[in-house]
Nanobody, 116 residues
Framework: QVQLVESGGGLVQAGGSLRLSCAASGAIFSIVTMGWGRQAPGKRRELVATVSSGGSTWYTDSVKGRFTISRDNTKNTVYLQMNSLKPEDTAVYYC??????????WGQGTQVTVSA
């Protein structure tokens, strides 16, 4: 089992910034992909951003130019820098990890609330 610890969520005003962090631990041999998903009230969870072990990144269209995902492979940690936040970004943000030997896991989530 992979353990994921997320931090950095909170309440911010529209236009503000937050930086989310997620540290993975456990008997991990190698992490293939790390990323972030989010789920707003009344909506299904959607994938927001991913980064591969080689550094390739992907973003959903609604956050391009505003969010930046990064990864520290030596610490098994992924970050999500969120700038120019909008009320529609309000959601519970979940860390995602896919490993070569322990499968895939989602974190417990951290709340991000953006006020108008």
């Amino acid at each position: 089992q992979v353990q994921l610890v997320e931090s950095g969520g909170g309440l911010v005003q529209a236009g503000g910034s937050l930086r989310l962090s997620c540290a993975a631990s456990g008997a991990i041999f190698s992490i293939v992909t790390m990323g972030w998903g989010r789920q707003a009230p009344g909506k299904r969870r959607e994938l927001v951003a991913t980064v591969s072990s080689g550094g390739s990144t992907w973003y959903t269209d609604s956050v391009k130019g505003r969010f930046t995902i990064s990864r520290d492979n030596t610490k098994n940690t992924v970050y999500l820098q969120m700038n120019s936040l909008k009320p529609e970004d309000t959601a519970v943000y979940y860390c995602y990890v896919r490993t070569d030997n322990l499968g895939s896991s989602w974190g417990q989530g951290t709340q991000v609330t953006v006020s108008a």
